[in-house]
């Protein structure tokens, strides 16, 4: 049934009664205000009750809208396809992710030869009855026989590790937990793996349970967890994490150290063939971003932004490892580089122009071997695999065509398609043009812009305006299901490569941090005004989104300028800036925020922050908030207490709302059939908000 207009009108206001604490706290002498600080506790009585009303609200808005049903059929029809994930080849024996359309979760398969047929190895469908269940990660022993997989339950980081033999498609009876931001590396004699896990959280409160002291540990098949050998710990710095790789040869394992999102880090390595041989830094002042790409005897290579701010790879000889000796085989070039893979003795670099991909070859030398032709504007995953290996595979994806895989032929240089997914929409109907636009300051930012062709830009177009702007991560072209529905219906979709991401290296992403955060939304406000400029769409009917960082981008430029827009959606948001630093991993972040224990970065945080800047009295645009009650990562009392502080102030009569999913973190692993659901939610209140309403 449908609710009247004058209904959901009333409904807007009808929100709950959210009790406002005089809680204060004296913050570097400044007097902060916190009136939700009971928000936090996420499990008390009180919250959940007021969860439950403002889930009942929302609900009830939401499914009176007319534009929801169709949409939500349509995102239905669309998710039915099948979709790959890159085959990994260890041994002879292929792995993937595969999804057959509307499983809830991708279920890992093996495959013994390319013409065979694929044998189900792990299908997480049938380890929970909601399909909250998901695969993480998994690797494949050198010889492709025993597979680590990691398991997360209802989208939380916290995983279990278990394994599996892939021959008999027999468990072990080794069982690993309290596994947080790690991977697997197998010794080569397949008697075990390295891997990093946290020790069980204190209080029983896992889900916003600071995580510190990262242990990398070696497992040996057989043994119970508590007999694992503690290979590394930093007992002097708390902070650090630990990624293991074991080189192509089996002689040594490299450990890349980390401090939460950091862009700089360490190597350390260890002599494997060496019994009780130490750990040994290699690369220890944290002054650089070193990947690690691969070996060749005693010298090891990587991609380093080392007096290179947009990359170039790096050999260093291990025996004599001084940074004068080290030897660059691919420069920096204009494009940013970034990574690299060894694959049949030449590398494969990836790089990043304008936010697109391209792929280049280079000799053992460093020596140019020419380009990967690729379709157009897209994007790139994949090259995986081993120094001496004849064959890979790659991803390619764009804001109009689905993940396509492809085999790459070493020998040849060609590549054939191995997988492409089967949609029921044409995408030659769709268009991709860049564009660049002037930010406040005057630097040019670059901007996607998709559309149905043939449609005019009339200014009257509702226009949906996406970024990230943060942790050097670039926001390059994607397939969308829920943007293609939007697309269809005559939408059109942008997206923005702010400041603070990685479209142009480490200069662009530290232009947006710290104290130049207003960078990042002044470029994303920059966006709006430009598309609204030159005829695009208008101020009622641009609608501006983004999750996680890319919430906070949202979030920000909502508070800053609700003029400019029509309607926001806020996705799992970091949004109260003088306390990410106390939940779960969000010290982590400060490299990239700044501490609001630092007086001076406290001041830049406290003038941007979502949560403290709402302004009583203001007619705020149509606001969705969106969060999970298991979200680790950005903890929900974030979105909590901001949609509070948005209903109590908002003047207007725009709607101004929260959806909090269940049983789901923050977003991977999610099951299908609550993507489809929340996408037919956001997808609906945009639509009210912006063209509905005229």
């Keep these: 049934m449908q609710i009247p207009l004058e209904r959901l009108e009333a409904s807007r206001r009808a929100y709950p009664e959210t009790p406002r604490l005089e809680h204060v706290d004296v913050l570097h002498g400044v007097p902060v205000a916190d009136p939700y600080r009971w928000l936090e506790d996420l499990d008390s009585d009180q919250t959940r009750a007021w969860v439950e009303v403002e889930n009942r609200v929302t609900a009830e808005y939401l499914g009176g809208l007319p534009e929801r049903e169709p949409i939500r059929r349509r995102l239905t029809e669309l998710w039915n396809y099948e979709r790959y994930a890159v085959p990994v080849r260890e041994g002879g024996r292929y792995f993937f992710l595969r999804n057959d359309g509307l499983q809830d979760q991708s279920v890992l398969y093996t495959l013994d030869s390319l013409d065979g047929v694929p044998r189900v190895l792990i299908d997480p469908n049938a380890l929970s009855h909601d399909g909250t269940v998901a695969i993480t990660s998994f690797n494949a022993s050198l010889d492709g026989r025993l597979v680590t997989y990691g398991l997360a339950h209802a989208g939380s980081d916290w995983q279990e590790w278990r394994v599996v033999d892939a021959e008999t498609g027999h468990h072990l009876p080794d069982l690993l937990q309290w596994v947080k931001f790690s991977q697997s590396a197998w ?135 001084v940074p004068g000796k080290w030897q660059e085989l691919i420069p920096e070039a204009v494009e940013t580089l970034q990574s690299v893979s060894r694959l049949s003795g030449r590398f494969v670099a990836h790089y990043l122009k304008d936010a697109y991909s391209q792929i280049r070859f280079f000799g053992r030398d460093g020596t140019p071997l020419g380009e990967l032709e690729l379709p157009g504007l897209g994007s790139v995953s994949g090259f995986f695999g081993r120094r001496d290996d004849r064959e890979s595979f790659f991803c390619f994806t764009s804001f109009t065509i689905p993940g396509i895989i492809y085999r790459w032929d070493a020998e040849t240089g060609e590549h054939s398609v191995f997988r492409r997914p089967a949609l029921a929409f044409d995408p030659d109907q769709y268009e991709t043009r860049q564009v660049f636009y002037p930010s406040r300051d005057g630097t040019r930012v670059p901007m996607f812009i998709t559309a ?94 983004g999750h996680s960082n890319g919430g906070l981008l949202a979030a920000a ?31 982590g972040w400060v490299s990239d925020y700044g501490s609001p224990d630092d007086p001076t970065e406290f001041s830049t945080l406290y003038s941007y922050s979502p949560y403290h800047n709402v302004r009583d009295g203001e007619s705020y645009p149509a606001v969705l908030i969106t969060t999970a009650d298991h979200d680790d990562r950005v903890v929900p009392a974030h979105s909590f207490k901001f ?8 003047a207007g009569s725009a709607p101004v709302m929260i959806r909090i999913e269940t049983r789901a973190g923050h977003g991977t692993g999610k099951p299908t059939s609550k993507q489809i659901e929340e996408a037919a939610d956001e997808l609906s209140f945009l639509w009210a908000a912006l063209v509905r309403r005229e």
Excluded at 271 to 291: H, K, M, Q, R, W
Excluded at 462 to 472: E, Q
Excluded at 645 to 650: G, I, V
């Design 187 to 321: 010794t080569h004699d397949n008697a075990g793996f390295f891997y990093c896990r946290y020790d069980e959280p204190n209080g029983g409160r896992p889900l916003d349970h600071a995580v510190f002291w990262q242990k990398l540990c070696y497992h040996r098949l057989g043994t119970p967890q508590s007999e694992d050998e503690l290979i590394y710990q930093r007992l002097d710095d708390k902070e650090m994490g630990f990624i293991p790789f074991v080189s192509d040869d089996g002689r040594y394992l490299f450990i890349h150290v980390w401090k939460g999102n950091e862009s700089e880090n360490a190597i350390l390595y260890k002599d494997l063939s060496v019994p009780g041989a130490p750990v040994i830094e290699l690369l220890a002042a944290f002054d650089a971003c070193y990947t690690y790409v691969g070996t060749e005897g005693p010298v090891v290579w990587f991609v380093s932004d080392h007096d290179a701010p947009r990359g170039r790879l790096i050999g260093i000889d291990l025996r004599d490892p």
């Design 452 to 545: 149905r062709k043939g449609e005019p830009f009339d200014g009257r177009r509702p226009t949906y305006l996406s970024g990230y702007g943060g942790f050097n991560t670039a926001m390059t072209p994607s397939f969308s299901l829920p943007l293609l529905v939007w697309m269809e219906r005559g939408g059109v979709y942008a997206v923005a490569g702010v400041r603070g991401g990685g479209e142009y290296g480490e200069e662009w992403h530290e232009a947006g941090s710290r104290r130049q955060k207003q960078n990042t939304f002044d470029d994303f406000i920059a966006a709006g005004e430009w598309l609204i400029a030159t005829g695009v769409t208008s101020r009622d009917r641009l609608a501006i989104g």
């Design 557 to 587: 430029t909502l508070i800053q300028r609700p003029d400019l827009l029509g309607a926001a959606l806020v996705g799992v948001g970091v949004l109260d800036m003088l306390r990410f630093h106390l939940f779960t991993i969000g010290w």
């Design 643 to 650: 949609a509070a502080a948005l209903q109590h102030a908002q």
